[in-house]
């Protein structure tokens, strides 16, 4: 495999955590940071850094920082102008797209990410935020008017929640991270958050930029593990929103450590068994090429990948044929490298998992269908085409979450809308066909069983502009740009009676701009 030189990157040894508007250092343990891709001819991983390693005690400091910021709702930033707040966020995202290089290697080295994907990870999060911020603007103008109904004159506008724990994913270290950080932050919360263990060193270009532009407080960056830093804060009850990406079994952790549960506002993005449905006429040759993108995209580490293949039994031959002789022909190699479909899998434990599902599958009747299912390197293993799985096998239950592919035949739709039905996920759907009454009454249940239908195309998060969100243990709340900023913020409006004692105050208060509040100006 080739390691262009024009790739290598600099060690990073992160030694400042960002708390109170200040880069502190950090004395204390540490954690090292190494890659699957190996940096010389004979296979060895690679160091790439370290990060601190906090304690309890560190966590609970970082908190009372953001506590302070938020200061019960009388803070600089949660009581700031809108035209504050875009301001803060303009002067972020233009000093981060400084950082371009950097975090794009780092992408690439950390969780084998490829060249494109890395670029294009980096690039949709940049649009991400400016989007937002025409969102947010479009939300002000939307809300510079007062209603009045039965004699009553309200003023609505959206307000903060308080402050924000967010967690994000090592799959899209930076694009899902910051669909939960940047609208968290332009609503006016105050956010602690800790960066996933692999994909941590990438955003250590972009701790400056934070503290340049945001207030004091209001964002603060921890590292170390889980338990040890986030479940203390958790347990305070001090955290008014759990915002995460990852797994239901990390979220009910940390939703159980808070002492009022009925107070905690969740957005979560969780994990997904996302199926491709493949009726007996679809274009075979342009299914197999979405269910390889579908399955296989950065190894089928997303949650929005193809997890399961159901094909119907009269075409199943044949596309299980064709579909294995194509995995088989996706290129290996570092993220760099020309042309490269599969990539070294950042998580060292993940062939071993894999293995596991595969050879459990074996034992229960699957086999592998193409020659190079199942082989082992140092830090890969080739993708399997397994069948015919059954409900009994762990990869049918497990989210796999890497380069394993079940592949299940059906001839009943309504037994296949039962089994769909029973699961515990409900993210999408892809729907392959193009027979319009076999494909309505598919679309007009599917839309009820999980929260889009992707008609002869794999499952994807964007555009950003379109919801993102899941039935059942696949979500709570929704992500798009435009719904973000309502999942992070709360209806709140102040109310006067029309007479004119109170109309010659609200006039006061509008005319004499003393109020960041109760104001009809906005940006344009």
Known sequence: MSNSKSYQVEPIHQDTYLANGELIKWDGKKDEVYSTISSTESYSKTLLGTVPHMDEAT?????????????????????????????????FVELMQKERETVVKFLMWEIGKSLPDSEKE??????????????????DR????????????????????????????YNYPLNETFALLIPA??????????????????????????????????????????????????????????????????????QDQHPHKNRLRLVLGLEAKNPAIILPDADLDHTIEECLSGTLSFNGQRCTALKIIYVHEEIRE??????????????????????????????????????????????KGAKILNEKGGKIIDNYIFPAVLYPVTEEMRVYQEEQFGPVIPVKSFTSIEDLLNEIADSNYGQQVSLFGKDVHQLAPLIDTMVNLVCRVNLNSACQRGPDVFP???????AVGTLSVHDALRSFSIRTFVASK?????????????????SNFVSTDYIL
């Not at 029309?498 to 003393?514: A, C, H, T, W």
């Open 59 to 91: 966590a609970l400091e970082v908190l009372e920082h953001a506590c302070n910021a938020y200061d019960k709702g009388k803070g600089e930033w949660p009581t700031a102008k809108v035209a504050e707040r875009v301001k803060s966020m303009t002067k």
């Open 122 to 139: 980096f690039d949709r999060t940049v649009e991400y935020i400016y989007d937002t911020i025409e969102d947010y603007k479009q939300l």
């Open 142 to 169: 939307d809300s510079a008017n007062f209603q009045k109904r039965d004699n009553v004159h309200a003023h609505i506008r959206r307000g903060p929640l308080g402050v924000v724990l967010c967690l994000g994913p």
């Open 185 to 254: 932050l332009i609503m006016g919360n105050t956010v602690i958050f800790k960066p996933a263990k692999h994909g941590v060193l990438l955003l250590s270009p972009l701790l400056k930029a934070f503290q340049e532009s945001f207030p004091k407080g209001v964002v603060n960056i921890i590292y170390g593990r889980g338990r040890e830093v986030a479940a203390p804060i958790m347990k305070t009850g001090r955290i008014d929103v759990l915002a995460l990406i990852g797994n239901s079994k990390s979220a009910i952790a940390l």
């Open 318 to 363: 044949e596309f299980n044929k064709r579909f294995a002789e194509r995995v088989d022909q996706l290129k290996f190699g570092n993220p760099w490298d020309d042309g490269v479909k599969l990539t070294p899998l950042p998580e060292p434990d993940k062939p071993k998992y894999i293995t596991e599902l595969i050879e459990d599958a074996q034992e």
């Open 468 to 474: 993102f969100t899941g039935r059942k243990d696949s």
């Open 498 to 514: 029309d007479n004119d004692y109170n109309n010659k105050i609200l006039q006061e208060l509008v005319s004499g701009k003393e």
